[in-house]
């Protein structure tokens, strides 16, 4: 299945101030966006810090929440907790049906995707603002060559960039 990085960044290259940094920063027009293609793909895959600053499940679509805290255990319907390794994760999602899965960050989920070479596509929404510190894509040392597909001005001062992940230049 395709899985596709999706995420907001600063200006200076930053998704977050810190690890509980609720993201009110995007823009109206980055949220629509990303409301309408993880209800599109269906499911959202998210870090347990992620999803603490979200604090409850995206309604409409599957929330998968990647936490290794055995007690964290969900009673509704489109929130699963997991610990489960990414490869596997996929296979069941692909199981269920679905074809593209959302990876929604933050640093460290997207890193162990990354780690495994799951990441198809990433799609970025530049932010005119600048945040000096803070969390990066991936929260450690990664190797990617990518190929802009296309881009977009949102209309806000925001570059909305599709990228594809160039696999054989890795091999
Ligand atoms: N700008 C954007 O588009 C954007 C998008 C998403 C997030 N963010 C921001 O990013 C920040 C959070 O990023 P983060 O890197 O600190 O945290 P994160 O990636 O969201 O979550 C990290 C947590 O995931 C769990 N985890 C890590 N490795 C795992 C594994 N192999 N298997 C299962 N669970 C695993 C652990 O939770 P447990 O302790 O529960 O085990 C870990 O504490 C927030 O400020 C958020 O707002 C920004």
């Not at 490869?87 to 074809?99: K, T, V, W």
């Not at 802009?148 to 001005?153: E, G, I, N, P, T």
């Given at each position: ?32 966006m ?7 793909a ?20 599957k ?17 699963v ?91």
């Amino acid at each position: 299945m395709k899985v596709i990085l999706l995420m907001a960044l600063t200006v200076d290259g930053m998704i977050a101030r810190d690890s509980d940094h609720f993201p009110d920063w995007t823009g109206r027009e980055d949220k629509r966006m990303f409301k309408d293609m993880t209800i599109k793909a269906g499911v959202l895959i998210m870090g347990s810090k992620t999803y603490d600053t979200i604090g409850r499940p995206l309604p409409g679509r599957k929330n998968v929440v990647m936490s290794r805290n055995k007690r964290r255990i969900s009673q509704q319907k489109d929130l699963v907790f997991t610990d489960k390794p990414p490869r596997e994760l996929l296979a069941d999602l692909r199981q269920e049906g679905f074809e593209v899965a959302i990876l929604a960050g933050g640093s460290q989920i997207n890193t162990i995707f990354a780690r495994e070479d799951l990441i198809d596509e990433i799609y970025l929404t530049y932010v005119p603002q600048i945040f000096g510190t803070g969390l990066t894509l991936f929260s450690d040392s990664i190797a990617m060559q990518l190929e802009l597909m296309d881009f977009k001005h949102l209309g806000t001062g925001q570059i909305f960039a599709r990228y594809r992940v160039i696999r054989e230049a890795m091999a």
